[in-house]
């Protein structure tokens, strides 16, 4: 059994909320800088260069990419060969409060959702957790803002919907989004399981690298072609028109009911921030 | 290259702005979202005097992070305008002149827009930092008790923005195909 300290965890949730806000993967830095030379209308061209020039400016000077710094939602994968010397819930809540607080980043998370008063520290994170075989633990901390979170959507569809009734689904949610999820979007999926599956699981697609292709070349050509229809709808960079309404479509799928076909929609806005650290044994 | 415009706004201004225009704006705004606005419709319900004089304004729909040391404002995007969409009219026909946000808006706020010659602007959803580059000052004057979400006069320089809706009620989220 090999023993982390709760302490080492908090550090490294506080470590990465900050990195997280503050710097955009390379892999959208540089699709947006690709998205360019696709637009030709000037205000999109315009829109995508102002992106990445806010992009190189959050990290200059060390201020978040955008001021809704999110829920922080959390990842955790655990070895099943570690043990934590402590809570982990309030170790990851505790980084919460000090990343947020150190990076001076906005406190946006109400204690009630219909009271409706602020917690004051961003606590509580959304928390996940899975197993992992061996001796160290990933965690990942997402800042999830809202504009984009709240034109997500879930949908309940009959087996005999199938792969055309799951497209449908995905295109009117990204097509009712229009402006608000600050296109260009990322577009998350989950296609099976349960209601909640389905919805994890179209979080944990935003997670894949922008310009990664899908495993499984069944899903690979359908992530292809929802891009490409997305695209077409013209909502474009920050909604003022254009072919760049998303950098990249991600799928992911798990077995579920005879009865049943659940589809999930989570829209990440055009910075879809997200960063991992590996706690081991020995870092 | 965009227009520079420095406050306050004129009616000739704002008549010869037209939809997807880019501009740089320069002047004084104030900042209100959700409850802002909520508690804003609330005082006017109850006849009671707003924080700041609503005519002619320009409100944007912000709530920024806390200012780093050594800075003014930390970054500063515009929020969803169409959660403020059931305040919008009301506050129009109290004289507010011209919003500052991100998204499509009601037919009523465009409506409203178009009937009392004003304008909705859109800063580029996303770019919180590079907009709090353009305050240069940034004064709480209500609501202290809502914190990010209180009432503040920033005075921006080239701020810049697109006109989302102009004066006649042409709407940019409706042009695309």
Redesign the interface.
């Known amino acids: 059994m090999r023993i982390i300290e709760e302490a080492r965890i908090t550090d490294a949730v506080e470590k990465l909320c900050i990195e997280a806000n503050i710097c955009i993967g390379h892999d959208i830095k540089e699709a947006l800088i690709k998205a360019k030379t696709c637009e030709s209308l000037p205000l999109a061209r315009s829109v995508l260069d102002t992106l990445s020039e806010n992009a190189e400016i959050a990290q200059r000077e060390k201020l978040p990419v955008c001021q809704d710094t999110g829920m922080t939602v959390v990842f955790v994968s655990l070895g099943t060969k570690v043990h934590i010397n402590g809570n982990i819930n309030d170790a990851i809540n505790e980084g919460v409060r000090r990343g947020y607080k150190n990076g001076y980043f906005r406190n946006s998370v109400v204690g009630d959702p219909i009271t409706r008063k602020n917690t004051g520290d961003n606590t509580p994170a959304v928390i996940h957790y899975d197993f992992a075989e061996g001796d160290s633990i990933k965690i990942t901390v997402m800042p999830k803002g809202f504009g984009s979170e709240n034109m997500s959507a879930v949908k309940m569809l009959s087996p005999s919907d199938g792969l055309s009734g799951a497209e449908s689904f995905i295109i009117e949610t990204v097509l009712k989004a229009g402006a608000n999820p600050c296109p260009p979007i990322i577009v998350g999926v989950g296609i099976g399981g349960t209601m909640e599956k389905a919805a994890l699981l179209s979080k944990q697609a935003l997670l894949r690298d922008v310009g990664s292709v899908n495993s499984e070349p069944f899903w690979a050509e359908f992530e292809a072609r929802l891009l490409e229809k997305i695209n077409a709808l013209g909502i474009g960079p920050a909604g003022y028109g254009g072919i760049t309404t998303a950098l990249a479509a991600h799928v992911l799928t798990y077995p579920t009911h005879i009865a049943g076909l659940p589809v999930a929609v989570n829209i990440g806005c055009h910075a879809t921030r997200h960063k991992t650290k590996q706690l081991t044994i020995d870092n | 290259m965009p227009t520079k415009i420095t406050m306050p706004f004129t009616a000739e201004i704002i008549s010869c702005l037209k939809v ?1 225009e ?1 501009i740089l704006l320069s002047g004084e705004i104030f900042t209100a979202r959700d ?1 802002a606005h909520k508690r804003m419709v609330e005082m006017l319900d109850a006849n009671v005097m707003l924080p700041f004089e609503l005519d002619g304004q320009v409100v944007y729909y ?7 040391p050594g ?1 003014v404002i ?4 515009p ?2 305008s ?1 959660r403020m969409d059931v305040y919008t009219p009301r506050l129009i026909k109290e004289g507010l002149k011209i919003m500052i946000g ?3 808006r009601s037919p009523a706020v465009i409506s409203a827009i178009r009937e009392y010659k004003g304008l909705y602007l ?1 800063a ?7 907009l ?2 353009c305050v240069k000052r940034a004064e709480l004057i209500a609501f202290e008790d809502l ?2 979400e209180a009432v503040y006069k920033l005075e921006v320089h080239n701020m ?1 923005l ?1 006109v989302a809706v102009d004066s006649r009620g042409n709407n ?2 409706g ?3």
């Open positions: 997807g880019e409850a912000a709530g920024p992070c806390p200012a780093p800075k930390g970054s500063i995007g929020t969803t169409a991100k998204g499509e859109a580029v959803s996303g770019a919180g930092a590079l709090s580059l914190g990010t810049p697109v940019i989220y042009l695309r195909g």
